[in-house]
């Protein structure tokens, strides 16, 4: 294993055993969608809050994999602050990424870049995606 493929590891083993926005608020103004992949068990619901064309709340709460759980910790705190454009792009180009599809290189993913290694593992794509598509289908239903 190279130094690449072990500072991503440490990423998604950080972030599973410590995830940051985890817990909802359930409160006024935030908007929560949840999903269950029943082929693994991964089972998610993520909760936004958009205030003014922009996302200030990214917060989650499940079960599931290193994979699933790892990705909605750095997914709450990859688009978190961000315009809503330029969330869903991030979010896009992620999507991109871990299926193997050009994407645009100057999008920055942050730590998300971490999961590159996941097409390596089709079934996998489902534990990685399923917290991102959750706050797509979340910021979506807000609009």
């Known amino acids: 294993m190279d130094k ?31 999903i269950k992949n029943p082929s693994c ?9 958009v205030e003014d064309g922009i996302v200030k709340e990214v917060n989650h709460e499940g079960s599931g994999c290193s ?7 750095v997914m709450s705190e990859t688009l978190k602050n961000k315009p809503v ?5 991030i979010k896009d180009e992620y ?3 871990l299926m193997d599809k ?12 971490a999961y590159v290694g996941v097409k390596k593992f089709p079934a996998r794509i489902k534990c990685a995606s399923i917290a ?6 979340a910021i979506k239903e807000s609009e």
Request: aromatic share 6%; with cysteine; glycine share 4%.
């Open 4 to 34: 690449l493929e072990r500072l991503y590891r440490q990423v998604i083993m950080e972030h599973y055993k410590n995830p940051r926005n985890k817990g909802l608020k359930n409160k006024d103004g935030y908007h929560k969608v949840h």
């Open 41 to 49: 068990g991964d089972d998610i619901t993520v909760e936004t809050k």
């Open 67 to 73: 994979i699933c759980c790892s990705s909605a910790s």
């Open 85 to 89: 454009e330029k969330a869903l792009q």
């Open 95 to 97: 999507l991109k990424m």
């Open 102 to 113: 050009d994407r645009d290189e100057t999008v920055e993913l942050e730590d998300a870049i």
């Open 132 to 137: 991102w598509k959750a706050f797509e289908r």
